[in-house]
């Protein structure tokens, strides 16, 4: 991780805290300071808001998208949608008025502070990344499918994380041989900027994700903007954290051997894609060329996972959050994608969906309600 900066101000001076040999535990309570002080990490939170923040080792940036939804309105989002698909994303603007966001940004200086030492003592588990495109990235071959018995998708409202390492433990519990690749997870990424907004307090699943584990690590800035057509694959992701609803606690990085892997495979949904809807009032996708171009992107996912030997996948809800793209038909794509003949025969040995939406039912009109009724079941 890059140096920090230190604070010139007398005020914003950084005290001491006491770090032990992985878990970097710091007590730095600053008295006099008109700046909100972390329960987690010494430094103040106007500085972790600064959107010039300095880069980490592995070259991660902010993002505007996920934070730049924050408090607008429904109609405003909906305009959004309707957006110039080649516009990078505004500059993050930072919202201190949020305490979630304050809270999640000392969250993502203490994981940006603790990941290094933990990296070294998990040699097995290196920060790496690589790009896959048009240009290294072709149709799957039936020759090399594995020809396991089919499996049926189950859709469940929970956290990717939480979702993968339940199915570890489950692959884990019925296998006598434990799998050499651990479970790839569909980090759904914005495709400016490594990690989204996680260092500023923004919340997304990608966010999700990186306040969790070393993916952003991964995630270097030469592999931006993600190719249309491509995605970064993470081969080994170190997770050290509980999910936001257990406080974001950290898991006992004193045994570093014993913290949880996945693998992560990033690429980006279509952003703001012209909508209409239809005489039931379903939203639909205005241009047929986006419902290919989102196809295509599922190709992408799934050619990945199959190149890299994974047969455990957790996805999700493609571009149905802050991107807009309508969630009912694409979770027709995912149907019509799992149907070609390409991704049929046995590639996959279990199927997740982790559609993250609380207090939202099977019934619902949600993300979660619309990719169960859709896909939950279906058997690949």
């Not at 939804?69 to 949608?81: A, H, M, P, Q």
């Not at 110039?84 to 000392?106: D, G, I, T, W, Y």
């Not at 047929?288 to 992408?300: C, G, H, L, N, S």
């Not at 025969?345 to 619902?364: L, R, T």
Request: charge should be positive.
């Amino acid at each position: 991780m890059a140096k920090e900066q230190e604070d010139r101000s007398p005020q914003h001076k950084k005290p001491g805290f006491i770090q032990s040999k992985l878990t970097s535990a710091f007590f730095a309570p600053q008295h006099g300071s008109n700046s909100t002080t972390s329960p987690y990490f010494a430094k103040p939170v106007a500085n972790l808001l600064d959107p010039q923040d300095e880069a980490m080792t592995s070259d991660t940036e902010e993002t505007g998208t996920a934070g730049a939804t924050k408090g607008v309105s429904k109609l405003n989002l909906y305009t959004e949608r309707r957006s110039n698909l080649n516009r990078p994303p505004p500059p993050l603007k930072s919202s201190p008025s949020s305490r979630r966001s304050v809270m999640l940004a000392h969250v993502a200086a203490e994981t940006k502070a603790v990941l290094p030492n933990v990296l070294k003592f998990t040699p097995n588990a290196p920060p790496k990344g690589e790009l896959y495109g048009p240009g290294n990235l072709f149709r799957l071959e039936r020759d090399y499918c594995p020809k396991l018995p089919s499996t049926k998708i189950r859709v469940v409202n929970g956290d990717s994380i939480d979702a993968a390492l339940s199915l570890s433990l489950r692959t884990a519990a019925r296998s006598s041989t434990p799998t050499s690749k651990p479970v790839l997870i569909l980090n759904m990424a914005n495709a400016y900027h490594s990690g989204g907004g996680w260092k500023h307090g923004t919340l997304a699943q990608e966010e999700a994700l990186s306040y969790r584990s070393s993916l952003p690590f991964t995630l270097k800035t030469r592999y931006y903007p993600i190719p249309e057509f491509g995605g970064i694959y993470s081969p080994t992701v170190v997770v050290i954290r509980e999910n936001m609803a257990q406080g974001h606690e950290l898991l006992d990085l004193s045994k570093p051997d014993d913290l949880p892997v996945v693998s992560c495979v990033s690429v980006a949904a279509i952003r703001g894609p012209d909508i209409v809807r239809d005489a039931g009032g379903r939203e639909k996708y205005n241009h047929k060329q986006d419902r290919e171009t989102m196809k295509e992107k599922m190709r992408v996912v799934l050619r990945i996972a199959a190149v890299r030997k994974h047969r455990i996948l957790v996805l999700g809800a493609l571009g149905c959050g802050a991107f807009g793209n309508p969630r009912t038909e694409v979770v027709q794509c995912w149907r019509e994608i799992f149907e070609e003949r390409e991704f049929g025969g046995g590639w996959w040995e279990s199927i997740v969906f982790a559609v993250m939406e609380p207090g939202e039912q099977k019934d619902g009109d949600g993300n979660f309600g619309v990719f169960f009724r859709g896909l939950d079941g279906v058997e690949v």
